[in-house]
């Protein structure tokens, strides 16, 4: 029997070149059901399905369990969640990528040590695989500050959830009291996000300084406020190790250091450097977490796999809202410091965005959810139902 415009599932199997098998593992599975069903049980299959099929057979391709695919229609899909589990998906593989490579390079270490070794008993294996695993926190760490990508994941994580309706950035930019012909410097400006999210400067003769150890970051905090506020003559960009600032002595009003200094290896060098810039009554404003900051997303990954590290370091042990104020007045560098604290938690309804979050951090997180992410997936739906609460504590000193 030949309908018009229907296939068989043996030619709706040879168009889409899969064998029949597949067709009737879809079709048991319930992931791709024939359009029409005979009163014999013969199915028959449409362009429309052969569309649908391309699509199970990308999202296959991709990664995407079959679950995930059953959920995802022509007619009913969401492509923003779409094109959020792409990226993800795309940056599992990246990490995969770069864990391989690793591993490669590790071997290669080893091939070398043992030839220089007659005697496998005389060779240090321990020593072989913690370097593997140094290498990799590494290398995760460095990749985070290519460009903007893992920042602007952490930075909408916030953006969405945040219980303070004000916003970080819109607060900390109240610290900053522009003025007219004031000298800005911003040391570490990742994607630009002080400025494209408070993109009312006030209408005076500013220069405003943006710097960043990665170009890539430079790169993104260029065309993001270039997108936001037109092309802009205040604006400069810089690429250079706020331990060594090349500008000139007494030359600038205010340095902001924004949730950078625990990255420094040389804080009071960097402090030196701030305070030569200064002008005698300029400003410096720096900020940072305290301990309990978003211990509850530790928390998480950690009851999934115990295993987990977010961060290789904890980074409000080399600077923080506990100590910092001791690390400043130490250096020397200020009379005065005040530390404002910044009100707010999140409550996150969406695995997702908290999901890109973890894997966005510069840790170990991706070499073991890598292979257990549709798990992970479920586990952090289980836990974000109903509201996941996590708390925020950050501020800034004010130091001059």
């Known amino acids: 029997m030949n309908l018009p415009g229907y296939y068989s599932t043996g030619q709706f199997a040879k168009l889409a070149d899969v064998s ?57 899909i969401d492509y923003s969640h779409l094109l959020s589990s792409l990226r993800l998906q795309q940056k599992l593989v990246r990490d995969r990528i770069e864990q391989m490579q690793t591993v490669c390079d590790s071997i290669g ?80 400006c990742g994607d630009g996000a002080l400025w494209t999210m408070n993109p009312d400067l006030p209408a005076c003769d500013l220069v405003i300084s943006l710097s960043d150890i990665s170009s890539g970051m430079v790169r993104d905090a260029r065309r993001n406020i ?28 205010l340095v902001i250091a924004n949730h950078v200094l625990f990255y420094c290896e040389d804080i009071p060098q960097v402090l030196r450097e701030v305070r030569r810039v200064l ?14 900051h978003m211990q509850e997303i530790t ?37 005065q410091i005040e530390l404002r ?19 966005s951090c510069h840790g170990n997180q991706n070499r073991y959810l890598i292979d257990q992410y549709r798990e992970f997936r479920q586990f952090t739906e289980k836990k974000v139902c109903g509201g996941f609460s996590v708390t925020k504590e950050a501020g800034a000193f004010i130091c001059r």
Not at 45 to 50: C, H, N
């Open 20 to 76: 029949v098998r597949t067709i009737r593992f879809y079709d048991r599975s319930g992931t791709l059901k024939p359009s029409y069903v005979n009163e014999n049980g013969a199915r028959f299959y449409t362009d429309a399905d052969l569309v649908r099929l391309q699509q199970i057979l990308l999202l296959k391709y991709l990664g995407f369990s079959l679950e995930d695919i059953r959920a995802m229609t022509i007619s009913q």
């Open 109 to 188: 270490e080893t091939v070398s040590e043992l030839s220089r070794h007659k005697d496998s008993e005389d060779f240090d294996w321990k020593k072989m695989l913690d370097l593997i695993h140094l290498t990799g926190m590494e290398n995760s760490l460095a990749a985070q500050y290519l460009n903007s990508t893992n920042l602007s994941a952490r930075i909408d994580l916030h953006s969405r959830y945040s219980v303070n309706s004000q916003g970080w950035f819109p607060w900390l930019f109240s610290l900053l009291e522009l003025k007219d012909g004031m000298r800005v410097l911003e040391l570490g």
């Open 226 to 253: 270039t997108r936001t506020l037109g092309e802009n003559d205040i604006f400069r960009y810089f690429t250079f190790d706020c331990a060594h600032i090349p500008m000139e002595k007494d030359s600038l009003d």
């Open 279 to 292: 002008k005698p009554d300029g400003r410096f404003i720096c900020s940072a977490y305290g301990s309990h």
């Open 299 to 335: 928390q998480l990954v950690q009851e999934f796999d115990p295993h987990i590290v977010l961060s290789a370091d904890h980074l409000y042990e080399h600077f923080g809202l506990d100590n910092g104020r001791h690390i400043l007045e130490k250096s020397g560098a200020f009379e």
């Open 341 to 359: 604290r910044y009100e707010d938690a999140l409550n996150v309804t969406d695995a997702q965005p908290l999901i890109e979050y973890i894997l």
